[in-house]
């Protein structure tokens, strides 16, 4: 694919992301990337992704070490694309209950909450939850909610990264925590694991968030970095 010219997407380094495989994937849908953890360049580029695994605490303390908090809130109130890649999801929320209570970067108002293996569920789960599953438009019509999620109202599926995916598309997964959003219209879309449902994806002006990784996903998760790219294109010739 033809590269995006005059586009920097920056890849944070935060020294719990998988790098190679974002890297790659941006590439493969013509988007020249960095890798870094300045501030700088960061706050310069035209998109910025954080993805991540491991522990949200240490995350975090790994951001604020390195003197990246304020950087992505920035990022976020501006017009700047940015995008959040499992445990990164988890950091654009406001704290995570994982070993403790800790504070995240609040960008998205909602704590972030363990996978529970006993929840109304005929067997024990397997925690974490790793493997393929669907994402749904709207879990509701598919099965009863062991969490009572309310329909979300104004987003559009086809406005957002995953536009041209069908509903119940699988895609890959690893996590024993998952987001719960204070505001549920900002889902783009749910997932299940057993009988709970928990929101597997955030989209919001400039902010898109995923539990799942699309580098891992196959075509279909290739499809949403293509939409992303678009979007970020589409953002920058908005500013020329």
Not at 185 to 212: H, K, M, P, T
């Amino acid at each position: 694919m033809t590269e995006a010219r005059g586009l920097n997407v920056a890849i944070v380094d935060y020294g719990m992301g998988n790098l190679f495989s974002v890297t790659h994937a941006l590439a493969r849908v013509g988007l020249p990337s960095l890798v870094t953890s300045s501030s700088k360049e960061i706050l310069n580029a035209d998109a910025v992704v954080l993805p991540g695994v491991g522990a949200f605490g240490d995350a975090m303390s790994a951001l604020d070490g390195l003197d990246l908090v304020s950087p992505l809130r920035d990022v976020a109130a501006s017009e700047t694309v940015l995008v959040g890649i499992c445990l990164g999801m988890q950091l654009l929320m406001t704290e995570s209950e994982e070993f403790g209570v800790h504070r995240g970067l609040d960008i998205f108002e909602g704590p972030v909450v363990r996978l529970n293996p006993y929840d109304g569920q005929p067997e024990r789960l397997k925690v974490p939850h790793v493997g393929w599953s669907r994402i749904f438009k709207d879990v509701k019509s598919k099965s009863p909610s062991q969490m009572n999620i309310p329909t979300p109202e104004g987003w559009s599926w086809e406005a957002s990264p995953l536009s041209g995916l069908l509903d119940a598309e699988f895609m890959y997964f690893v996590h024993s925590y998952y987001a719960l959003p204070a505001d549920a219209g900002l889902a783009a879309s749910y997932s299940r694991y057993g009988d709970i449902e928990f929101c597997s994806s955030l989209w919001r002006n400039n902010v898109f968030a995923c539990q799942f990784h699309p580098e891992r996903s196959g075509q279909q998760g290739l499809n949403i970095y293509k939409n992303l790219a678009s979007i970020i294109s589409e953002s920058e010739l908005s500013h020329v």
